[in-house]
């Protein structure tokens, strides 16, 4: 959103014009000028994710060898549009970090 309103203040701020895709912006919408978001994508069947899981962690279906070096891939969800991952943002967990900073 915060793009966005830059276009919408015509700061003059220079983007490459390939970016903004990344994060679910179409680049055609924004400029020469912006033109106006459709409606946000409806929750339909959708739920609220809580955070809690009911599998148990056991060796059974978590088998990796602690003797062979760990390999994370981290695979990127596709972004879609903008409305798309608006939905998903709202849908997300919270993980607020104020709550729990001891300072």
């Not at 059974?60 to 903008?82: H, Y």
């Amino acid at each position: 959103w915060m793009i966005l309103e830059c276009f919408k203040a015509e700061t003059g701020i220079l983007f490459d014009s390939e970016r903004p895709t990344l994060i679910g912006l179409d680049p055609a919408t924004l400029y020469p000028s912006v033109i106006p978001r459709p409606p946000a994508v409806s929750v339909g069947s959708s739920v609220i994710p809580t955070g809690q899981t009911s599998l148990a962690i056991t060796k059974d279906n978590f088998p990796i060898s602690m003797s062979s070096p760990l390999k994370a891939s981290i695979e990127e969800p596709p972004i879609g549009t903008e409305e798309e991952e608006e939905l998903r943002d709202a849908l997300s967990l919270i993980y607020d970090q104020h709550n729990i900073s001891k300072s």
